[in-house]
C-alpha cells in the first residue's frame, strides 16, 4: 500500500514538473505538439547551441485556408526576438499542405538553427501559425533554456 501511494505520488509530482505549454490563441482542433529536447519530465525545454531545434505540431484545421505563415520569437524580460525564418510561408516548405479545408489533419515541422552566438540563457518561446484571414491555428508558450 505505501509503495503504491508513493509510486501515485512521484507520477503527480512528474506530470506537475513538466515544461508548461500555455495556450496564447490557438484556434486549430485536437493540437498536439512534440519538442526535441523537452522531454515530458522536465521542466523546460534544452535547446544545445549549434544544433536545430524541431517542433513538429499536429493539428485539424478548424476552418480552411489558403496560405499561412509561421512566426518563432523569444521573450527575454520585456523584449521580444523574432527569429528569422525563411521563408515564413509554411505551406509546402514547413510541411503544410495548402490550401486547406476544414476538418483536415495537417503536420507542422520547424527546424531552427541554434547559433552559438546566442546567449546560453532561459527564454519564453512564441510558437504562431496564422492563416491568410489573420486567424492563429497555433499560437502556444513554452519554456526553453539555451544551453
Request: proline residues 7%; glycine residues 8%; hydrophobic residues 40%.
Amino acid at each position: 500500500m505505501q509503495g503504491s501511494v508513493l509510486f501515485l505520488l512521484l507520477g503527480v509530482l512528474g506530470v506537475a514538473s513538466a515544461a508548461t505549454f500555455k495556450d496564447c490563441g490557438s484556434t486549430a482542433k485536437d493540437l498536439n505538439i512534440k519538442i526535441a529536447g523537452c522531454p515530458d519530465a522536465d521542466p523546460v525545454c534544452r535547446f544545445p547551441s549549434r544544433q536545430n531545434a524541431s517542433i513538429e505540431a499536429t493539428f485539424t484545421t478548424p476552418s480552411p485556408f489558403q496560405n499561412a505563415t509561421i512566426k518563432l520569437s523569444a521573450s527575454v524580460g520585456i523584449i521580444d526576438i523574432d527569429f528569422p525564418l525563411k521563408p515564413a510561408e509554411a505551406c509546402g516548405h514547413w510541411g503544410l499542405k495548402c490550401p486547406a479545408e476544414a476538418g483536415s489533419r495537417q503536420t507542422l515541422k520547424v527546424e531552427v538553427p541554434v547559433e552559438s552566438s546566442y546567449p546560453k540563457i532561459g527564454v519564453e518561446v512564441k510558437l504562431q501559425l496564422v492563416s491568410h484571414k489573420g486567424d492563429k491555428l497555433i499560437c502556444k508558450l513554452f519554456p526553453v533554456e539555451i544551453q
